[in-house]
């Protein structure tokens, strides 16, 4: 056995093993589809850029095809539950370059989902919430400065950065704080939205149009039917066999709910890690939770609000549709009766569905820079654990910076939208590359497979096999599907079709680059970092 001491910067990586199994589902689930920002954003927007989306379906549909993916990814990290998830696996079975451009498109996904949620702090969550506070309380002050947080540059940068400020100091203090304020915001954010739901099962459309409508028309608008008419909404009705409307949506719902494995990041400070049972348990219980909740909250709204006014409220502009507040999902509920307690916990609550999301989207990062740097890619200094906190703050800061520049960026620049279809097409490279070494597993790294908790067999043949095959084949149904679709990826214009393929050719160039660079140097220092790769890093 090679001296791992010589190999690594150190014996043990210094993070200790505190995470729940609670913590890493609600994690899981904060950055795959958080319910009520998924309700709020990715639901609205598909009915608008789809007509006919069925969208209760299609959620469905998505939770059946992640299946396969999630029980590919729990039997690697049970087999090697250690910090930097894929890139461990893949550059141990596969090649080492592979599992840096694996992991650099995940961590791209993760930098962007994280400035997107501290974004989507102020734009979505801080600014209507005001609006509608206001609004419905007759309140002018509030709904100004809902509309600032909204619209206005220096407002929105402001209350983003301060929510990207309080996560970084959250996480510098340790997995058991992050875990603390992760998991009870999450819990406030879900009470609401459960509220919501309650709301509309035992509410009746009569009242919800009554005060639509008066309050609508207090602000110079008209009426429900008006909305309707004003957006041609009046035939708008869900089509599954739309397939123009089916795939894409499927496409946009599986940008939220592919993410139910980003609990293997947390692997190496996961408690009984290495339990394929647990592990399962983790993503598949995010997964489901996920699931059928936001089909629960879709169908709801349809049954009270109406798809078609649904479909109306969101096609903007509508000159029929006057209220400052925009018709976001917890605004609607709020409307059904109307009351100040319920729409003050309704509309209150959605300010804290964005502090969980951006935690798991910001932890994975950290943990890649980590992992990077104790297999001596990266400056030492940001494989650093605080002796205090057990926390990397030097990887921390690191990510938090980036974050931090790209969310100034999408605050002055109207191209950050097409970094979120991007997002998912860095998920479809990394898991189809996952998938690879996942069917590799078995004979390229027989000594680790058949003592892992991954030497698993249906029919006589590995599961690992099936899994893999299954998540390439609907991942590359993925791309596909972005490729015919302009409005997912390619800002509406088929000409950006190049997009695609030179995002990969980056994400494969910065890879490549992590990998060699680093190496080239390390050997001038007489270190061969290539043979790091022999071994799996210490605990």
Do not use: C
């Not at 964005?354 to 494989?383: C, G, H, V």
């Amino acid at each position: 056995m090679t001296n791992v001491s010589r190999l690594f910067v150190r014996n043990s990586t210094g993070l200790v093993r505190e995470a729940s199994a609670l913590d890493a589902t609600i994690f899981n689930a904060a950055i795959s589809a958080p319910v009520g920002s998924t309700l709020a954003y990715s639901i609205f927007f598909t009915l608008v850029a789809f007509p006919g989306a069925d969208v209760p379906s299609v959620l469905l549909l998505t939770v059946i095809l992640n299946v396969p993916v999630l029980i590919m990814f729990a039997l690697l990290a049970a087999s090697m539950p250690r910090v930097g998830g894929d890139y461990v696996w893949v550059s141990r079975i596969l090649w080492p370059p592979l599992g840096l451009i694996s992991n650099t498109a995940m961590i791209f996904g993760g930098l962007a989902g994280a400035a997107f949620f501290a974004k989507f702090f102020s734009v979505f969550a801080l600014g209507p919430v005001l609006v509608a506070l206001g609004t419905l309380t007759g309140n002018a002050t509030l709904s100004s400065w809902g509309g600032s947080f909204t619209t206005d540059q220096t407002w929105i940068l402001v209350a983003s950065l301060a929510i990207v400020v309080l996560q970084t100091v959250i996480l510098i203090r340790g997995a058991k704080a992050t875990f603390r304020w992760q998991n009870g915001f999450f819990i406030i954010a879900m009470a609401g939205t459960l509220v919501a739901f309650l709301v509309l099962l035992i509410g009746n459309s009569a009242d919800f149009i009554s005060h639509f409508n008066s309050l609508n028309q207090s602000f110079g608008g008209g009426t429900a039917d008006d909305v309707i008419a004003a957006a041609n909404a009046q035939g708008a009705a869900p089509d599954f066999g739309n397939l123009s409307a089916t795939l894409p949506t499927m496409f946009a719902i599986q940008g939220f709910m592919m993410w139910n494995f980003w609990s293997v990041y947390m692997s190496g400070e996961l408690k009984s890690a290495s339990n394929r049972g647990r592990q399962l348990s983790i993503m598949f219980g995010a997964l489901f939770w996920d699931g059928i909740l936001l089909i629960l909250g879709a169908v709801l709204l349809f049954r009270l609000v109406g798809y078609n006014f649904v479909f109306a409220l969101n096609t903007a502009p509508n000159a029929a549709y006057a209220i400052p507040s925009g018709p976001f999902y917890h605004f609607l509920a709020a409307l059904v009766f109307n009351n100040p307690l319920l729409t003050l916990i309704i509309v209150g609550s959605f300010l804290f569905w964005s502090l969980p999301s951006m935690i798991a989207n910001t932890f994975m990062p950290i943990r890649s820079f980590f992992a990077w740097s104790f297999d001596r890619l990266m400056p030492e200094k940001l494989s650093e654990v605080d002796e205090r906190f057990h926390s990397p703050i030097p990887a921390i800061l690191l990510a938090n910076v980036i974050i931090a520049a790209l969310l100034i960026w999408s605050v002055y620049s109207s191209q950050f939208q097409i970094l979120l279809g991007l997002i998912v097409e860095a998920g479809i490279l990394a898991v189809i590359i996952v998938a690879v070494a996942a069917i590799a597993f078995p004979t390229r790294r027989p000594d680790l497979y058949r003592a892992s908790p991954a030497n698993v067999s249906v029919l006589g043949i590995p599961v690992l096999y099936i899994t893999g095959v299954l998540s390439i084949i609907i991942f590359l149904v993925m791309l596909v599907i972005s490729t015919q679709f302009p409005g997912l990826v390619m800002a509406g214009d088929p000409n950006n079709w190049w997009w695609i393929p030179a995002f990969f050719a980056a994400m494969i160039i910065i890879g490549l680059a992590i990998y060699y660079v680093p190496r080239f140097l390390r050997a001038r220092e007489g270190v061969d970092v290539s043979l790091v790769y022999r071994e799996l890093p210490p605990e």
